[in-house]
């Protein structure tokens, strides 16, 4: 009913489009997994997993190096998760018995010992509060070159106003696709294209001050207040974990 794939995957590896008679629950250890799905392109960090229900057609991309692992599901515990893709956050339970099962080595769930593990997992799955994206995409045809441009130069700091200009519309009509499209506002779109940024750039042996540049600010210290305002943990403490 429960079975595991894990892979190594360098950077820039493409998944051609495909689907599973099962479902599976996408995670990495550390960076940031893209998954597209019903035209959407789903972007999270390690702290979440990105859930695809059986048979959706979903392809994977990734920038940096991961440690993948995929949680296979069988159809009927499928049933108790939700019927369309979403990104489910890894709780420090769920989080816990999956490491175990993968520090394991575990190819699929059969001794009762895992079986009672697999149980308490499909309980905490179908319980947590998901999300639809962390950070979501769209092809608007003003946002669409907006977006593409903060995720290339997160450091691009130019206001609302000034891309209204540069995509010969309005600050108001962009305030109100952003919130149309998006669920959210430009500036908390930016932000947290950033902190995806960070995400990866964490990986790299770079100084916290280096990535604060590098993502537009002028000092580490108002990164680092952004990093443990979104997650929880300093900048350092979360390149310590992953």
Same mark, same amino acid.
């Not at 499909?122 to 509060?129: F, H, S």
């Given at each position: 009913d429960i079975f595991f794939h894990y892979f190594f995957l360098e950077a820039k590896t493409e998944t051609l489009p495909h689907s599973h008679v099962w479902g599976q629950l996408h995670l990495i250890k550390q960076g940031v997994l893209e998954i597209e799905v019903d035209q959407q392109v789903m972007v999270c960090p390690a702290s979440y997993a990105i859930? $695809? /229900?059986p048979n959706q057609i979903h392809r994977a991309f990734n920038r940096g190096d991961v440690e993948y692992c %995929?949680?296979?599901i069988a159809a009927d515990l499928s049933q108790n998760l939700p019927n369309q893709a979403c990104m489910i956050p890894l709780t420090p339970l769920i989080r816990a018995l999956i490491d175990d099962l993968v520090e394991r080595k575990t190819t699929a769930v059969f001794s009762e010992e895992d079986k009672c593990m697999g149980y308490v997992l499909?309980? &905490?799955? %179908?319980? $947590? !509060?998901v999300i639809d994206n962390?950070? /979501?995409s769209t092809r608007d045809k003003l946002l669409a070159p907006i977006l593409a441009q903060l995720q290339e130069n997160p450091a691009d @700091? +130019? +206001?609302l106003a000034t891309w209204a200009k540069r995509v010969f519309s309005t600050e108001r009509t962009l305030t109100r696709r952003f919130r149309k499209e998006l669920n959210m506002s430009?500036? @908390?779109w930016r932000q947290r294209a950033k902190l995806v !940024? %960070?995400?990866m750039l964490l990986k790299e042996s770079i100084t916290i001050n280096e990535i604060a540049f590098e993502l537009g600010y002028s000092q580490g210290s108002s990164f680092i207040k952004m990093f &443990? !305002?979104? $997650?929880g943990f300093t900048p350092e403490q979360f390149r310590k974990m992953n």
């Open positions: 859930w $695809t /229900p %995929a949680v296979n499909m309980q &905490r799955l %179908a319980k $947590t !509060k962390y950070l /979501p @700091d +130019s +206001s430009f500036n @908390d !940024k %960070a995400i &443990r !305002k979104l $997650t």
